[in-house]
């Protein structure tokens, strides 16, 4: 079955401080990945997808960046936070068969303070 | 006007009780929809797919109506576990999946 293993699953770091999210992939081949961020009270907000080793493609400009290096490695990063960075943090991939469903990590709850 | 809409609730209703939700999406091209649920601070875990047929699992009845771009989710015979977040998903192309913002559902003894 196709997994995604995301983590940490808390993290709470100072303002202007950098972030590293990653997430991995089981169970596929050459998945399509995403980023969501969810901030408290609001919908899963699209920051970043990608069909394939070093294409990224962005949803929301903003002081983060994603990169692929494996087919089943994405990672989330920023240079510097914001206080507006906080949120909850998705990576999520689709099932190959079917209809094309999204399958999730457990997520990231980042807190910037 | 927004993708994926839906009635962010809560809606409070008795065990026992139907309810209904509603979700509108504005790409008329788009070709794939589902229901997924949301449990407080978790990640989202597909609940549904909708396909233009109808479709039933249990208590859950989901409908698609493309003519007027909008889907359904029904849920009989409500259980206290069935309190949580359900989030209205739409494929609108490119393999790029739609959330919109969840409508809460409450359901009390």
């Known amino acids: 079955s196709q997994t995604i293993h995301q983590w940490p699953a808390t993290l709470v770091q100072p303002v202007g401080s950098p972030l590293s999210l990653e997430c991995t992939v089981e169970g596929t081949s050459n998945p399509n990945l995403y980023w969501y961020r969810q901030a408290a009270g609001r919908g899963l907000q699209l920051l970043f997808y990608s069909v394939g080793i070093g294409q990224i493609s962005s949803e929301v400009p903003q002081n983060l960046s994603a990169s692929r290096p494996q087919d089943r490695q994405f990672i989330l990063s920023s240079k510097k936070l914001l206080l507006s960075d906080s949120g909850f943090y998705l990576c999520a991939g689709l099932k190959e068969t079917g209809p094309e469903e999204a399958f999730f990590g457990q997520g990231t709850r980042l807190t910037v303070v | 006007r927004k993708e994926v809409e839906q009635d962010p609730g809560p809606f409070n209703v008795p065990e026992g009780a139907t309810v209904a939700f509603n979700c509108t999406y504005s790409?008329?091209?788009?070709?794939?929809f589902f229901w997924y649920r949301q449990d407080c601070r978790k990640e989202p875990k597909l609940l549904m797919s909708v396909y233009s047929s109808g479709n039933e699992d249990g208590r859950f009845t989901a409908q698609l109506n493309r003519a007027s771009q909008y889907i359904s989710l029904l849920i009989r015979d409500s259980k206290l576990s069935d309190s949580a977040t359900y989030l209205c998903v739409v494929n609108s192309g490119y393999s790029t999946l739609t959330f919109g913002k969840g409508t809460m559902l409450l359901v009390s003894p």
């Open positions: 790409n008329s091209a788009s070709q794939s």
